[in-house]
């Protein structure tokens, strides 16, 4: 029996924390259960052991980076105890694709020993733009997920347990078919991954909000300007810096941003579900 509903979540720009909480939120009122929150996206934040058993559900998001989860951070989910809990993965992705995203999280979870009631795929601003998904998850996306807390709930309270099976959702099967290739408008390919972002220092004030918030604990705490770890592009210190001190400058990563503005912009993608097959 259900007890207990858990939000878990690695958020940097804190578009999958808002899809995953109002769907744990809404299942928890709706099964009239206690309610909390999980976040992972720091160092700090998973230097503890996370162990779930048969009274809980948790609802785990995260961000889709080049069409999987995130690499570097993605051996620290896999530490991860279910102890046969429910479980819900949500993939947040940036209006182009999720690729092999959410079929990754969802491999992980069966893994970590959780039992699946669902799966979702939503999409929140890119972490690259405020173009591509720009303000999203919005409204209509908050909506939808209220819709799949009550969808989740109903199932739960119906059959328990049982409400739980195979998720089958879009994407290739593992090996899964690798990462999606950054190119830039003239199709040659770019690699951004010793890109790091750059620092205004005439509207830094060295608080040191980028620091504390960077995913892989990259950025300096004595000089916020210098990165002396691995950076992921994640985005945080970029859209959360209270005085817009951070950026990227780099000519092969602007051009390929570019190009995604260009091609995925729109149409539109919307929020997709996915239940147990009965």
Request: glycine share 10%; net charge neutral; hydrophobic share 35%.
């Given at each position: 029996?259900?007890?207990?509903?858990?939000?878990?979540?690695?958020?940097?720009?804190?578009?999958?924390?808002?899809?995953?909480?109002?769907?744990?939120?809404?299942?928890?009122?709706?099964?009239?259960?206690?309610?909390?929150?999980?976040?992972?996206?720091?160092?700090?934040?998973?230097?503890?052991?996370?162990?779930?058993?048969?009274?809980?559900?948790?609802?785990?998001?995260?961000?889709?980076?080049?069409?999987?989860?995130?690499?570097?951070?993605?051996?620290?989910?896999?530490?991860?105890?279910?102890?046969?809990?429910?479980?819900?993965?949500?993939?947040?992705?940036?209006?182009?694709?999720?690729?092999?995203?959410?079929?990754?999280?969802?491999?992980?979870?069966?893994?970590?020993?959780?039992?699946?009631?669902?799966?979702?795929?939503?999409?929140?601003?890119?972490?690259?733009?405020?173009?591509?998904?720009?303000?999203?998850?919005?409204?209509?996306?908050?909506?939808?997920?209220?819709?799949?807390?009550?969808?989740?709930?109903?199932?739960?309270?119906?059959?328990?347990?049982?409400?739980?099976?195979?998720?089958?959702?879009?994407?290739?099967?593992?090996?899964?078919?690798?990462?999606?290739?950054?190119?830039?408008?003239?199709?040659?390919?770019?690699?951004?991954?010793?890109?790091?972002?750059?620092?205004?220092?005439?509207?830094?004030d060295g608080c040191g909000l980028c620091a504390k918030m960077c995913a892989m604990g990259a950025i300096d705490f004595t000089d916020c300007s210098q990165v002396v770890g691995?950076?992921?592009?994640?985005?945080?210190?970029?859209?959360?810096?209270?005085?817009?001190?951070?950026?990227?400058?780099?000519?092969?990563?602007?051009?390929?941003?570019?190009?995604?503005?260009?091609?995925?912009?729109?149409?539109?993608?919307?929020?997709?579900?996915?239940?147990?097959?009965?």
């Open positions: 029996m259900t007890n207990h509903v858990t939000a878990l979540y690695f958020s940097p720009t804190l578009t999958t924390k808002k899809v995953v909480t109002t769907i744990a939120k809404g299942i928890a009122e709706r099964l009239h259960v206690s309610y909390s929150e999980v976040d992972i996206t720091t160092p700090a934040q998973r230097e503890g052991k996370l162990v779930f058993d048969e009274g809980d559900l948790v609802v785990f998001g995260a961000p889709v980076y080049i069409g999987r989860m995130p690499n570097l951070i993605s051996p620290y989910f896999k530490t991860i105890t279910g102890g046969g809990a429910l479980g819900v993965p949500v993939a947040v992705y940036g209006n182009r694709a999720y690729d092999d995203g959410l079929i990754e999280l969802r491999d992980i979870m069966e893994e970590d020993g959780f039992r699946l009631v669902g799966a979702a795929a939503f999409v929140g601003e890119h972490t690259f733009s405020r173009i591509l998904g720009g303000g999203r998850p919005d409204g209509e996306d908050l909506d939808v997920a209220e819709r799949f807390a009550c969808e989740i709930a109903q199932k739960v309270l119906l059959s328990g347990v049982d409400a739980a099976g195979r998720v089958e959702v879009p994407g290739t099967p593992y090996p899964y078919s690798g990462f999606y290739k950054a190119t830039d408008k003239s199709k040659k390919s770019v690699d951004i991954r010793k890109v790091v972002p750059q620092t205004d220092l005439t509207k830094c691995k950076c992921i592009k994640c985005g945080a210190c970029i859209k959360r810096c209270p005085r817009g001190a951070k950026y990227f400058d780099d000519p092969q990563y602007l051009s390929h941003l570019a190009l995604l503005e260009e091609k995925f912009t729109s149409p539109r993608r919307e929020p997709e579900l996915f239940f147990p097959l009965k």
